[in-house]
């Protein structure tokens, strides 16, 4: 049993289209692409994902965590039509925990993406599976910790990418060659539209070209302010940026 873990972005999409080759463009039934949605992915990450599933003639489940069910179960299946856009799971999770997530404690990635994955294998039925995730030969950092991260868990976890020496160039070099691509406009942007890692001057230009895009930041900002009190750490993203107001 195998989950592929499609991000939205090019090089989980590569990964994609290389594992489909290998496979003469048909998955074996027990090997599942899923898509997490957090409801706060760009417009342009749907749009991708349905095309890649389209053009490819491949299924992609696309899931979102839901609290209202019991634990170990917390998923949803959506579609492209159905899918959260106004960061609705995002948000229930942020009401839960009763703080907003930082650097320090980035569980938005573990209860919006990593649980609702492991909640959907075992709703297959599988007990134990193999994870892949488009990780490259030139993020090692991030491979040896997913790697680790997966050893207490039920799943093992490989980077058939990283195995095969595929760098950002070779996946850029793809895209190019392709009749669609991710319509994001550059190295700037991301799947998640004000991802609170992304550096300030990434923060800054996105500010430039979508004013608009942080006014969900800053709600939760101002909304966990309200609740704990302004000088409160759980009250922001980010303690070494400026607040997103």
Known sequence: PTVISNSGGRTSAYMLRCILDAHDGELPPDCHVVFANTGKERPETLTFLRDCAERWGVTIRWIERDGSKPARARFREVTYDTASRNGEPFVE?????????????????????????RDFMRAQGHDYWTNIIGLRADERHRVASAKANAESERWETECPLCTAGIVK?????????????????????????????????????????????????????????????????????????????
């Open 169 to 245: 160039s070779d996946v850029l070099a793809f895209w190019q060659t392709q009749p669609f691509d991710l319509g994001l406009r550059g190295e700037w942007e991301g799947n998640c539209d004000g991802c609170y890692l992304k550096r300030l001057a990434s923060k800054v230009r996105i500010a430039e070209d979508y004013p608009d895009r942080w006014a969900w930041w800053i709600a939760q900002e101002s909304a966990a302010a309200e609740r704990l009190g302004p000088s409160s750490t759980g009250a922001r993203f980010r303690l070494d940026h400026p607040n997103t107001a």
């Open 93 to 117: 999770l942020i009401r839960e925990k009763q703080f907003l997530p930082n650097q320090a404690m980035r569980f938005c990635t573990t209860e919006l993406k990593v649980n609702p994955m």
